[in-house]
């Protein structure tokens, strides 16, 4: 008998799989809802706070696979970001600037009016400037959308989750200086994160192109070879401790740069890209619990509408100087709503430092399971008004 | 609607219009960014004309009319500065070239334009799979007479033009072994090929076009996708088989080649055309789009075969007096070089080659488009 129950047990990831995947496709035809924000409702509901089904997430080994796939899309993100256009348009570059630091402002702002204390506040402001590549690219990718609306919000996304890891490191360090008292353990330990992440991902953007180049495989379609090398080198992130989406995206920025050595890569890495994400979406649903998220949904609101219209003011304040029109500069920072936390979890692994957010930071669990629904929408919302997105041909 | 009366211009004066790629700097595909673009170029003006194309990642420019190199050169240049500079702070790259090398005619879509959604309602997935970039080149022509006259003596010369412009080898994503594969989604129209062998206005008007228009087929020249059609608005014959180069540079030498071409054809030399010169037009036409500068063609009147290099160069000692008084010396010099050392088409394989990725040939392309950028 209790053997029988294991197997049952090992069912659940492949269950709640099954079921994301088919309410995200029924969700997507009938009501026009982003598939990920299905799949993130699903992965709610179904979890150990909810209805108990799926364990806790950083306790089981679907920690991994989310790992790899949030790999494969941060980089192909990475891959995506083209540096030389902040150059040649240096007003994207300050319109992100400007942007962050308004959101940084607006949020800490609203935040203290709500009673947090000055760190928490700050740290939740660091969180808030960050749009999540993640979610972004995907609705990008399901919608086949092209255009200004499009390649800002990718760009701005790419140029304020930067300034967001930063700025929250500096604020992590500052913290656990004032718990522990050592400023060396508190600025070494994020320092060497994103040093040691980030230099994988650069050593993998060199090696890879060059390894192709001697296998002679470029003229092929580059999408297995990517993808192999973006799990290999999640795991190996994921063992030393290290930050894996931070490696992905750092070898998917050198890569690119380096792009003339390489082939060509479909979208989303064509149908594992897809697979991946189902469980990936239902991971991100699956961390949230519902006691939090109902302590903090007034100040969350709160912040969330700072975020916006901090957001909104920056970016069509450099609109037209930008290039491009009023209209397309408020669609861009609607586009920019999704905020995930996960990420710059991950990003930073602050639990090993003793800090827990989700516990610290109340109104963030709140807020991400709200933008969980609303921000791919208002993501999708944007690029459709744009005109941006596909027509439909079905 | 009879076909409207052939307005009279200027002999020998030229207008170029090019189909150019937007591409994204990102990931090197097409863009659809003709919307974007479009607004930008507003601000400003344009030194020249700006118009959306049939799918939202093509734009078409265009000169005023010009009667000699240096001009219609100088335009196209301030012409590509400003594209290039719209491109830059909307991150897309400007290109010449026949065909996007890994587009997917799929993923394109079309312009918000009625005429536009009519053509691609008719004609379905040829319309997208139009997603491929020429240039015409206008030359002015006193009455519709010469017009005709003029039209049916290039038609030995269409392989050179070809040749030279060709610059789409690849084609959604595989070499395609031709020079320009471009041509072949135009022929892929009911409507294209060469127009009938009628020398007066009158008759063109009377015994084609009007029976044509009785059958319910066309309604106006712009329904004919001839390798060169008369513009009778316009008071020119428009030559449509050039891919666009990938530099401006190339543009203008193609056009005052034609200008020079021309000059040389209406002082009577060479023997009047003939219906039967057209027995051998579509293989020559297939040689010059699949071997380029290579291809054998037959001489419509000796019936000899030659190359179509030595068949340039030979012309372009021909024509040189014609060009000295046009201006065109420096034109005339571009295009023996680009005889001599090779098209487009051969530089993108050879970036192909060296830079190992499709990615890299457009990269390629949108730095040697804007070679020489102010």
């Known amino acids: ?136 690219l995907r609705v990008v990718n399901e919608q086949r959308s092209s255009g200004q609306v499009t390649e800002r919000a990718l760009h701005l996304s790419a140029l304020n989750s930067i300034i967001a890891a930063f700025v929250f490191n500096i604020i992590v360090g500052l913290w656990t200086f004032q718990h522990s008292g050592s400023l060396l353990g508190a600025v070494s330990n994020s320092i060497v994160l994103l040093a040691v992440s980030g230099g994988l991902g650069v050593a993998f953007g060199f090696a890879v192109p060059g390894l192709l180049r001697r296998l002679g495989t470029l003229g092929r379609d580059a999408t297995i070879a990517f993808a192999v090398a973006v799990i290999f080198l999640c795991s190996i992130a994921q063992a030393l401790n290290m930050s894996p989406v931070l490696a992905a995206l750092a070898f998917g920025f050198v890569a690119r740069h380096r792009r003339v ?9 064509g149908a594992l890209g897809d697979l991946l994400t189902v469980l ?29 219209v901090a957001k909104t003011a920056a970016v069509v304040m450099f609109a037209r100087v930008s290039g491009t029109t009023w209209r397309k500069g408020l669609l861009t920072a609607v586009a920019l709503s999704p905020m995930s936390v996960l990420v710059l979890a991950m990003l930073v692994r602050t639990r090993e430092m003793g800090i827990d957010l989700m516990d610290q930071l109340a109104p963030l669990a709140a807020a991400t399971l709200f933008l969980a629904i609303a921000g791919p929408l208002l993501t999708q919302w944007a690029v459709k008004l744009a005109g941006e997105s596909a027509e439909k041909e079905e | 609607m009879p076909l409207e009366t052939f307005k009279s211009s200027r002999p020998l004066t030229l207008g170029v219009e090019l189909e150019l790629q937007l591409v994204s700097l990102s990931d090197f595909d097409l863009v659809e960014a003709s919307p974007d673009m479009l607004h930008l170029l507003e601000r400003k003006r344009f030194p020249g004309n700006v118009v959306p194309e049939i799918t939202e990642s093509m734009i078409e420019v265009s000169t005023d009319v010009h009667t000699n190199h240096g001009e219609l050169l100088s335009q196209l240049h ?35 334009k009625p005429r536009f959604k009519q053509v691609s309602g008719l004609y379905g997935y040829l319309a997208k799979q139009f997603t491929v970039f020429g240039q015409h080149i206008h030359v002015g022509c006193a009455s519709g007479d010469d017009a005709l006259t003029l039209l049916h003596s290039l038609n030995r010369y269409i392989p050179h033009f070809i040749a030279l412009s060709a610059s789409s080898p690849y084609f959604q994503g595989s070499d395609t072994l031709f020079n320009s594969a471009r041509l072949n989604s135009v022929f892929a129209f009911p409507l294209s090929g060469r127009a009938p062998f009628l020398l007066r206005w009158e008759d063109f008007a009377r015994d084609y076009f009007e029976r044509m228009e009785d059958t319910g087929i066309v309604k106006s020249m712009k ?148 070679e020489g950028c102010a």
Request: aromatic share 10%; proline share 5%; charged share 20%.
């Open chain 1, 1 to 136: 008998m209790p053997e029988f129950l294991t197997d049952i047990a090992e069912l659940v990831w492949p269950f709640s799989i099954a079921l994301a995947w088919v309410l995200g496709e029924l969700v997507h035809r009938i009501a026009g809802l982003p598939r990920i924000t299905v799949y993130a409702l699903t992965g709610f509901v179904l979890s150990h706070s909810q209805a108990g089904l799926l364990p806790l997430p950083g306790e089981s080994a679907a920690m991994l696979i989310a790992n790899i796939a949030f790999g494969l899309i941060l980089f192909e993100f990475g891959y995506r970001i083209n540096l030389r256009w902040l150059r040649a348009n240096p007003w994207i570059a300050a319109s992100g600037l400007v942007e962050s630091a308004a959101t940084f402002a607006a949020v800490f702002a609203a935040a203290e009016l709500f009673g947090m204390a000055a760190l928490p506040a700050m740290l939740l402001a660091a969180l808030a400037i960050a749009s999540s590549p993640a979610e972004i």
């Open chain 1, 261 to 269: 050595t390489l082939g060509q890569a479909q979208r989303n890495f």
């Open chain 2, 78 to 112: 301030r012409i590509r500065d400003s594209l290039v500079q719209a491109g830059d702070m909307l991150n897309v790259g400007v290109c010449g070239g026949g065909t996007h090398p890994f587009q997917r005619w799929s993923e394109r879509k079309i312009f918000s």
């Open chain 2, 223 to 370: 329904d004919f996708y001839w390798d060169i059609r008369p513009k009778p608005e316009y008071g020119t014959i428009e030559l449509r088989v050039c891919d666009t180069p990938l530099t401006v540079d190339r543009a203008a030498a193609l056009a005052c080649y034609l200008q020079a071409l021309c000059c040389y054809l209406m002082e009577g030399i060479e023997p009047a055309p003939a219906e039967d010169d057209y027995l051998v037009y579509n293989y020559n036409r297939f040689q010059a789009c699949r071997f380029g500068l290579d291809g054998a063609m037959v001489h419509p009147k000796r019936h000899e075969p030659v190359t179509i290099r030595d068949d340039v160069l030979a012309t372009l000692r021909l024509i040189e007096p014609y060009a000295e008084t046009l201006g065109a010396q420096a034109a005339i010099e571009h295009v023996r070089r680009a005889a001599q050392e090779g098209n487009d088409a051969s530089f993108l394989r050879r970036e192909r080659q060296g830079t190992g990725s499709p990615e890299g040939m457009v990269d390629a392309a949108i730095r040697r488009f804007r």
């Open chain 1, 280 to 308: 990936l979406f239902v991971f991100i649903g699956a961390t949230l619990a519902w006691p939090r998220i109902a302590s903090g949904i007034g100040i969350a609101l709160a912040i969330l509408g700072a975020r916006l």
